[in-house]
């Protein structure tokens, strides 16, 4: 296990250790929160680092990742445990046929931790080899309200119920990233107890590094075309912007396909590794794809 960062520049170098890239703002803020224990909340674009930070925090410090994926529909049982009804139904079946007939005993041993499957919150809550783990929170403005009022009750306190077994409390908080595409606008009493961060889209240079970081077979001339092209492609009326995670994604199609330089046949070829969307993709082909590469080219060239 890793000590905590001591300072934002350690935080900095721990992250960038892990390949991960950050301004000294998220930084600053990423050290506040493991310094003070409070929640992080992360929002931005898809595809701009958000989730990345919670994994690499955990490898950095040696932490077990604990992640829970939000979905709409998703509710406190299946966010903290379930029962195992399948080996609960074998149990009763193995005590009628053995002629077991306490029942007090056997309803206690049926909602016991021998039968519990844990969820991401309650497994965030027990001791972990190494530490307290990193609980990241993916997409919470997938959710319902009712869900996110829940999840306020079980972060002020670090504690989770089950009505057969009592409350269950950290005995040492989760390091906890929240993170959301703002889809929706997450409440403001949840915003309250965290620190908060807006992840947008890095600048030329910081992409940049970044692509160094992730995708180092990458020529120098082809990242610095690669990045300019999708800086370039963001400017554009597109139903989906691509983010950092499609710039790495590109790249490393275009190291497969051993490019060496962009031009608008590799582009159209390849589209689908930046673009998500058909109309998005028909739009930038052809005549529109040799537009922005040539103006992505002459701001590359020196003045």
């Not at 520049?9 to 929160?33: N, P």
């Not at 950095?60 to 990742?65: E, F, N, P, S, T």
């Not at 009804?85 to 049926?110: C, H, K, N, P, Y």
């Not at 919470?140 to 009592?166: C, H, K, N, W, Y």
Request: aromatic share 6%; net charge negative.
């Amino acid at each position: 296990m890793t000590a905590l960062p001591n300072s934002i520049d350690a935080t900095q170098a721990l992250l960038s250790a892990e390949g991960y890239v950050c301004g000294r703002a998220l930084a600053t803020v990423t050290f506040l929160a493991l310094t003070l224990g409070k929640p992080l909340f992360l929002e931005g674009e898809p595809g701009t680092g958000k989730t990345e930070i919670a994994k690499s925090l955990a490898s950095a410090l040696g932490r077990r990742l604990i992640r829970l994926q939000c979905y709409e529909g998703l509710d406190a049982g299946s966010a903290v445990y379930e029962w195992n009804f399948a080996a609960q139904m074998i149990a009763i079946r193995t005590a009628e046929a053995a002629g077991d007939r306490d029942r007090e005993t056997l309803t206690s041993d049926l909602f016991s931790e021998r039968y519990l499957t844990e969820r991401p919150l309650l497994a965030a809550m027990r001791p972990q080899p190494g530490g307290a783990p990193v609980l990241l929170i993916d997409e919470l403005d997938r959710t319902d309200e009712p869900f996110e009022a829940f999840l306020l009750e079980a972060l002020s306190d670090f504690q989770v119920t089950i009505p057969e077994l009592g409350t269950i409390k950290a005995p040492e908080p989760p390091i906890v990233i929240i993170t959301s595409n703002r889809t929706r606008e997450v409440h403001d009493a949840l915003k309250r107890r965290c620190l908060y961060h807006w992840v947008g889209y890095p600048d030329f240079e910081r992409e940049m590094q970044i692509l160094r970081a992730r995708a180092p077979e990458a020529t120098e001339s082809l990242s610095r075309e690669i990045v300019a092209f999708v800086q370039a492609l963001r400017s554009e009326d597109l139903f989906k912007r691509p983010g950092v995670a499609e710039t790495i994604d590109w790249a490393k199609c275009l190291i497969a396909l051993d490019a060496i330089a962009l031009s608008p046949q590799v582009i159209s070829d390849t589209l689908g590794a930046i673009l998500k969307y058909q109309d998005d993709i028909a739009a930038m082909q052809g005549s529109e794809a040799k537009r922005i590469l040539d103006a992505a080219k002459a701001k590359l060239e020196p003045a």
